[in-house]
């Protein structure tokens, strides 16, 4: 795989995107999950494990593209808990 931090940027939005939207429609389908927003916070974790692999295959520029979506997904989190309030 190519070592670029806009790969490493799709891999960070898409794989949490993708848990996102599943834990989402769980959420809404079952209603003693509907407050579990750290369900969401979970998923947005995942990017943990992508970063410390790349990291340690020497891929530093797929890990900074990780953490780089990490913040865009923690940034989105914040304005959905705020707009929840």
Do not use: E
Request: hydrophobic letters at 60%.
């Amino acid at each position: 795989m190519k070592n670029s931090v806009w790969i490493g940027l799709g891999i960070g939005i898409v794989i949490p995107g993708v848990l996102v939207a599943v834990v989402w429609y769980f959420m809404n389908k079952y209603a003693f999950l509907a407050k579990a927003d750290l369900l969401l916070i979970g998923c947005i974790a995942v990017n943990a494990f992508f970063m410390h692999y790349f990291f340690n295959q020497d891929k530093d520029q797929l890990g900074r593209g990780i953490i780089s979506a990490t913040f865009l997904w923690a940034f989105i989190f914040f304005f959905y808990k705020i707009n929840q309030l």
